[in-house]
């Protein structure tokens, strides 16, 4: 029993600590992204534009083949599942939005994030800073191997 408790607790601070698997190169490499809107509201794709603008990290063209990836803004709705209440059940529904980020040449998805919708916030700004904040510890940490 102490062998399965000690494996247990290893087992969570291995993962606890582990840190998400690094950025694919041509992610980390790439200067250029063209923004598919594939089902997203309007207003996805100009948070989206405004965002990757503010962290001037990408120029964004208005041609795919100009691009070095694809950013491919989607949103779906999902069954949330039921909520019984003292009125009765009803059913809950959740508007999901996900940026999946493409390499152009391949078609071989380098990252995806997916975030629900909530009464204040964007989920896409939450997705861009989220894959801001990859991007950056990443440098950083590149940076100290070499």
């Known amino acids: 029993m102490k062998k399965l408790i000690l494996a247990v607790l290893v ?9 998400h698997a690094p950025l694919p190169t041509e992610l980390m ?4 992204v063209y923004i598919q809107n594939d089902g997203a509201p309007t ?5 989206c534009t405004e965002e990757l603008n503010k962290w001037g990290r990408f120029t964004v063209v208005s041609n795919p083949k100009d691009a070095d990836v ?3 803004l989607n949103f779906r709705i999902e069954n949330g599942g039921y909520r019984v209440t003292s009125y009765g059940v009803s059913s809950t529904m959740n508007a999901l939005k996900t940026i999946t980020v493409l390499q152009r040449s391949t078609g071989n998805i380098l990252w995806t994030d997916t975030r629900a919708a909530k009464l204040f916030g964007s989920p896409t700004k939450a997705v861009v800073n989220e894959l801001r904040k990859r991007v950056e510890e990443q440098e950083k940490t590149d940076g ?3």
């Open 11 to 19: 087992l969570f601070s291995i993962s606890a600590f582990a840190g």
């Open 144 to 146: 100290k191997s070499k």
């Open 29 to 32: 490499q790439a200067k250029t």
């Open 43 to 47: 207003s996805d794709l100009r948070v």
């Open 70 to 72: 694809i950013f491919r």
